[in-house]
């Protein structure tokens, strides 16, 4: 352990479960002080961060608390429901979560930012490439991607802000063999840790010199060209 982060504040949101967890606790390691907004009832702050009165409250709640935020990471995933069943209604809620939450946080904490804080927006490869009937999820991701150079730029010179496009990442536990793990050019489906470690990374002086970045961490797959009948690969539809 570096203890680069102790004593740091780490504002998560969606921190109860998956790589939200996985970070909170990698950070946690660190000797950090970490603040979780989560919808699962829990020892954090419970809320849904699509309202705007819920992240207003949770923010003056870190504020007072801490007075400071060194990082803030964007994890909390929102709904994915595609063109056949999505309402206006669920895809306005998608979009809340994924994109205005994270933007309205950082102009709640905006003055509160230390000098060399860093943002993490968790985006998703979906940012890039799509299955059928994703639309909420793949808008608010491809949404979060661009809102992350956006804010590079307004925060230059204070802030990092970097995001992370995870592709398929196993939550619980499941050990995956023959095409599920070997589809992936690294030979595996990924862990929450291979997530964690990335964010812990991009918030470190190490990083100091990127920002306004997207990073894939997919196993290989979205820079693996497929052609039906080769490499054994085929299409059934």
């Known amino acids: ?14 921190g109860e479960h998956g790589i939200g967890k996985a970070i909170a606790e990698s950070f946690l390691a660190e000797g ?11 020892n ?15 923010a003056d709640e870190v504020l007072s608390k801490y007075g400071q935020v060194d990082v803030l990471v964007n994890n909390a995933p929102p709904m994915m429901k595609g063109l056949d069943e999505c309402s206006y209604e669920e895809f306005e809620q998608a979009l809340a979560v994924g994109v ?20 993490i927006n968790i985006s998703s490869s979906r940012d890039r490439m799509s299955q059928p009937q994703t639309e909420s999820y793949t808008a608010a991701k491809g949404g979060i ?8 730029v ?15 990442i196993d939550t619980d536990d499941t050990v995956y063999e023959g095409p599920d793990a070997v ?20 918030c470190s002086e190490k990083a ?27 299409f059934e539809n």
Not at 34 to 42: N, Q, T, Y
Not at 184 to 202: E, K, S, T, W, Y
Not at 208 to 214: D, L, S
Not at 216 to 233: A, E, K, L, S, V
């Open 44 to 58: 954090h702050y419970v809320g849904d961060i699509s309202k705007k009165d819920v992240l207003e409250a949770f």
């Open 208 to 234: 100091g010199f990127i920002t306004g970045e997207n990073i894939c961490i997919d196993g290989g797959m979205t820079r693996q060209m497929i052609y039906h009948g080769d490499w054994g690969w085929r």
């Open 183 to 202: 589809q992936q050019p690294a030979g595996r489906v990924g862990n929450p840790m291979d997530i964690a470690n990335m964010v812990l990374f991009l």
């Open 1 to 14: 352990m570096s203890r680069e982060f102790e004593d740091k504040v780490v504002v998560i949101t969606g």
């Open 32 to 42: 950090a002080n970490v603040a979780v907004i989560d919808m699962v009832a829990g």
């Open 100 to 119: 205005t939450a994270p933007f309205y946080l950082t102009k709640l904490f905006r003055e509160h930012l230390s000098q060399g804080a860093s943002i």
């Open 145 to 152: 991607s661009a809102l992350t150079h956006a804010l590079a």
């Open 154 to 168: 307004s925060l230059a010179g204070k802030v990092r802000v970097n995001s992370i496009s995870p592709g398929w």
